[in-house]
């Protein structure tokens, strides 16, 4: 890995991620500043085309507008068809991890050797209904699986334990893997997520709900912390 910004981000995990889906648009700048005050160690954007998935976020253009405003490394999830199509206009608008469905391509090789040929971090992702026998053959040639506790592109669904199952079991497989978790991840059940070997955490309405981001994100921190298996 020679992105600086994914190197940074992977070597102070356990980190979490604040999802800028939640955050208001209308005060972009404010967000992303008040963020970086309160010690945020990256920023998560989840792009949705209206195909893969039935809503509409954003694009290359949000991207590029936030990559103005912060050197904070920027992990952007990529729930639309064809990702490959767009991993180079992701990259020129700063992206530094970026991350695909597999169940979004029919080809999967391709497109991690286009994303790795454009000095991002690589990752593939799992929906909840798709067991982890579909990522592991590319274990060696990503750097982060990002496992989905909700079904991408739907808002309002609980928190799915199966992706606690899929974390123990990939985490077994290769211990050095940088484990992801996104959807539903808030202070009950974060604690979890880190027993069971994630390492990032894409943490939305438990943040931007708050009135107090710097509050919300130490309470996050320190349920990571208590149930850290590694923490004596």
């Known amino acids: 890995m020679t992105n600086p910004r994914v190197k940074q981000l992977f070597e102070a995990s356990p ?20 963020l970086e005050e309160d010690g945020c160690q990256g920023l998560h954007l989840d792009v949705m085309d209206g195909v893969f998935v039935p809503n509409i976020s954003y694009g290359m253009p949000v991207v590029d507008a936030i990559r103005k405003l912060t050197d904070l490394p920027l992990d952007v999830h990529l729930m639309i068809q064809d990702p490959g199509k767009y991993a180079q206009a992701f990259s020129d608008a700063g992206a530094d991890l970026l991350t695909f469905h597999v169940e979004a391509v029919d080809e999967i090789a391709p497109v991690l050797d286009n994303v790795r040929s454009l000095n991002m971090g690589t990752g593939l992702v799992l929906n909840p209904g798709t067991a982890i026998e579909a990522v592991t053959p590319f274990l060696n040639e990503i750097d982060v699986v990002l496992v989905m506790s909700v079904d991408a592109g739907f808002g309002g669904q609980a928190f799915n334990p199966v992706a606690l199952d899929k974390l123990k ?15 539903g991840v808030n202070l009950e059940t974060i604690g979890s997520c880190r027993e069971a070997g994630a390492d990032l955490f894409v943490v939305g309405s438990a943040i931007f709900r708050s009135s107090d981001y710097a509050a919300a994100l130490d309470r996050l921190r320190l ?10």
């Open 15 to 34: 980190v979490i991620l604040p999802s800028l889906l939640q955050c208001d648009f209308g005060n972009l700048e404010r967000e992303v500043r008040q």
């Open 169 to 183: 079991a990939l985490r077994a497989i290769k211990p050095d893997l940088i484990l992801e978790i996104d959807g």
């Open 223 to 232: 349920e990571v912390q208590r149930h850290d298996p590694h923490s004596s």
